[in-house]
Nanobody, 125 residues
């Protein structure tokens, strides 16, 4: 059984940085696209960033372009989200997810089957 465990969340001031990690265990996820989503109370979960299995054409939400960078280390079965120039509106629970379509070279905004438990990111003004 695959488990996704996020880490790296916390409290940071506006303008600061955080690096989230998502480590998969129980199964290799190196052949699958992965993504980060976020959710705030009362709102739907939204796509933040995604990366194909080979680290190729990455996709970002307009709200984070130029500030966030998604990357992966397939040898470590881990995906990362580097978040810079954080804003209070980035406050949310961040989730990593796996799209179980092997060797997709594109990133989808939906159709993710595996999810982590989430990590809280709070940006103070």
């Amino acid at each position: 059984q695959v488990q996704l465990v996020e880490s790296g969340g916390g409290l940071v001031q506006a303008g600061g940085s955080l690096r989230l990690s998502c480590a998969a265990s129980g199964r290799t996820v190196s052949s699958y696209p992965m993504a980060w989503f976020r959710q705030t109370p009362g709102k739907e979960r939204e796509f933040v960033a995604g990366i194909p299995w080979n680290g190729g054409s990455r996709k970002y939400a307009d709200s984070v372009k130029g500030r966030f960078t998604i990357s992966r280390d397939n040898a470590k079965n881990t995906v990362y989200l580097q978040m810079n120039s954080l804003k209070p509106e980035d406050t949310a629970v961040y989730y990593c997810a796996v799209d179980l379509s092997p060797y997709r070279s594109d990133v989808r905004l939906t159709e993710y089957e595996l999810w982590g438990q989430g990590t809280q990111v709070t940006v103070s003004s």
